[in-house]
Nanobody
């Protein structure tokens, strides 16, 4: 079945940068209408962070990360990336790569129920 495997998490200081990777297997990135990143911090609900429409490359972001995070795709590498710059302590969370069922176009791209496939998550810790 489809697998999404995240990597690139770690510990970083405030204002630092990290790049997360989501490697797609048993499918291609373009199999899905959208691929996204969600995150969940301790005691908080899981929230959508960034999405990319794989056919057009159109992106969208949560207000909290606009101007700091960039989502991109590499079809050759079959990977979606999340470049995170100027990190803040509140960005610390487990980050998940997500994709919907094949053929499904999410009506609410930041709604977690839209996504069938989830990676195992990668931890990001931001220290001041």
């Amino acid at each position: 079945d489809v697998q999404l495997v995240e990597s690139g998490g770690g510990s970083v200081q405030v204002e630092g940068s990290l790049r997360l990777s989501c490697a797609v297997s048993e499918a291609t990135v373009n199999t899905f209408s959208v691929v996204g990143w969600f995150r969940q911090a301790p005691g908080k609900e899981r929230e959508g962070v960034a999405i990319i429409y794989t056919g057009t490359g159109t992106t969208d972001y949560a207000d909290s990360v606009k101007g700091r995070f960039t989502i991109s795709q590499d079809n050759f590498a079959n990977t979606v990336y999340l470049q995170m710059n100027r990190l803040k302590p509140e960005d610390g969370a487990v980050y998940y790569c997500v994709a919907p069922l094949r053929g499904w176009v999410p009506r609410n791209p930041f709604g977690r129920t839209e996504y069938r496939f989830w990676g195992q998550g990668t931890q990001v810790t931001v220290s001041s």
